[in-house]
């Protein structure tokens, strides 16, 4: 995963799960870094400037990031954006692209502390 001198966040306990409306995971067969949870929550992919690029379904989401589910066609999506959430307009997550498919991407979530995307 490139980080483009940024600190992904990592570790179950620097996420408040509250906000996505799920349970933080318990301990189980489960072997990635951070489980991963189904949700159907719809977003919206905001620029660095806060203007919406498009909206997105989050299908999954875990302490360090989600995949995202692009609704429209033909969106060229940054590297690097602000995800709001549709239940609670008041959760964003910095995020960073960390891989992408045809309809959807992936994305690990960033400390807004080390956040400094180019304008």
Not at 24 to 34: F, I, T, Y
Not at 85 to 113: K, M, P, Q, T, Y
């Amino acid at each position: 995963m490139a980080t483009v001198g940024l600190r992904a966040v990592r570790d179950s306990k620097s996420v408040d799960y509250s906000a996505f409306k799920v349970q933080q995971p318990v301990s189980g067969p489960e072997k990635r870094r951070s489980p991963r949870k189904n949700v159907r929550c719809m977003g919206q992919i905001h620029d660095v400037q806060g203007s919406i690029i498009t909206r997105c379904m989050m299908t999954d989401v875990s302490a360090s990031g989600a995949k995202l589910v692009i609704v429209e066609e033909g969106i060229n999506v940054p590297d690097l954006f602000v995800l709001t959430l549709a239940r609670n307009a008041g959760v964003l997550r910095h995020c960073e692209v960390a891989w992408r498919r045809a309809n959807s991407i992936g994305v690990c979530f960033v400390e807004s502390a080390s956040w400094n995307p180019p304008r």
